[in-house]
Each structure stands twice: as structure tokens, then as C-alpha cells.
């Protein structure tokens, strides 16, 4: 696994780079999803494709600006899937944007999961790993390009942030009067519409509610579970919280196509249980 860490590092490292110094416009390209791809989207996937080139232990790459998956090393152990540049459209708005990495066994379900990363590229770099062994770890670039070990990451039973996610005028009734009772309770506002960032911040803060429903237009939501919502489900778990489609834990869900989506749901437990009553009684 160390070899897979080290080749996300270091296209974490040239990504930072593109952002800092490439085109933020967009390609003339749109992926399996539908998103209209932007020129780092593609750069961005190059990097990773190249740097996990040189990982023996990866037998392929499930990416989401690419339809479908890549095999590198046929006997190898690891499945990567793996969004490269998410929210990257607020890159030309010099928002924070984040990768995201899935390392899975076998096949691309929840259960398969074996570790999570991400890193967020904003005013620092920071990358987080999630593991069996070593819980949820937080690493931050220094001016030599290494990344250092900085804190463990552990959510409390319940937070004070709420990000709110999806189109509000499309959002079913009963989840409108969650997210409304949610805020009466003295929650903080803080979604900038960048999932990475958004999460990172309910992690470092302590805990909060995340959320990206099913709506009326988009029933089974935007976020991919392969290359999003699988991952940080990992990561929310690892430190202590949980995440649900609004019934089930997410990471017992098998999607049957690696760009399937899912209403999702990542916070500390109490927050958690509470979007469970909610939509298991409607
Ligand atoms: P909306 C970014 O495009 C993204 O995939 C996630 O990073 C983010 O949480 C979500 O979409 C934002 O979507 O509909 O609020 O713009």
C-alpha cells in the first residue's frame, strides 16, 4: 500500500502545480457523467494514470473522467477509482478543489475498500488517509515537497456544521424540514460546492452533516459512489462517523456500473441517526 500512497503524493505534488500555473478553461470533451471536462480535469488524470504506471501493485484504474476502467498490471492486487480533480470548475474562482482515491480488492463495492485518500489543494496541501491499521491520518506539503505527518482525525458524536448539498427548490419535502429543523438547532452554514474542502472541514472541525440528496430532477443524486461517495464513506467511518444513502450504509452498497450515483450522507452519528428517522419514515 506504501507504493500507492507515494504515487498519490506525487501526483498531488504536479497537480498543485497545474492548478497553480495551467488553463482552468474548458476541453471541447464531456465525461460518462455528462460534466463538460476542463482542461486540468484531463491533465489532472494524465498525472495519476502516469504515476500509477509505475506501481506494480495496481492492477487497474477506474476513473471518473474516463468511461471505463484501464488495466495496468493484470496480476496486480489493487483496483483504483478515483476522481482526479473534484470541483474543479472553482479552480477559475481560486476555490479550494480536491483528488480522491479509492483502493479497493476484487471489485469496486463499498466492502471492497481496503483505504481511502484524498488531498485538498488549497492555501496548504493536505492529504488524508484512512486505513484499517492506522485510522485517519492528516498529512501537510512543506516547502521541500514532503508531506508531513500533522494530526489523527476523529469526528465527536455530533457536530456544528452543516453543508447542504443539491438543488434546493428540487429537494423532496421531508429532507427540506430536516435540513430547516438542522439549522433551528443553531448549525452553521458552510458549503462552498466543493466536496473535498466541505468534508475536510467537517473532519478537522469535529463534525457536522454533509449531505447530497436524491431530488426530485436527479433521484439518485451527483456524486459518484466508485470515486466520491465510496471513499469518504471509508474515511468518515474510519474517524468515528458514518454515512448512509438514507437507508442503508453506504459502504454495503455494490453499484452496477462504476459511474453510478447516490443520494449520500457523511457526518458524526448523531447527525447521521437523525437523517435515518427522517427518511425511514418517508
Ligand atoms: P452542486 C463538484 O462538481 C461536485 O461533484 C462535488 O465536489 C460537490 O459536492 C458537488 O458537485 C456540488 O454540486 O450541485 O451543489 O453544484
Redesign the pocket.
Known sequence: MKEIYEAIERSAIRIRHAIENDDTGYSDNANKTG?IQLKLDIKSDLIIEEEFAKVNTVKELASEEKDNVEVLNPDGRYLIGY?PL?????ADVNLS??SIFGIYEDDYSGNSLKSAVYVVYGPRVEMVIASEENGVEMFRLDSNNKFNFIQKLQLNERGKLN?P???QKNWEPHHKEMIDDIFKDGYRLR?S????P?LHQILIKGGGL?S?PGTSDVPKG???MTF?VFPFAFVFEKAGGAATDGCHRVLDLTPAHIHDTTPCFFGSKNEVDRVKVCYERN
Open positions: 460534466d476522481d473534484d470541483g474543479s470548475s472553482l478543489v480536491g453543508a448539498g443539491g438543488t458549503y460546492g466543493g466536496m473535498v466541505d454533509f447530497y451527483k456524486l459518484r466520491e
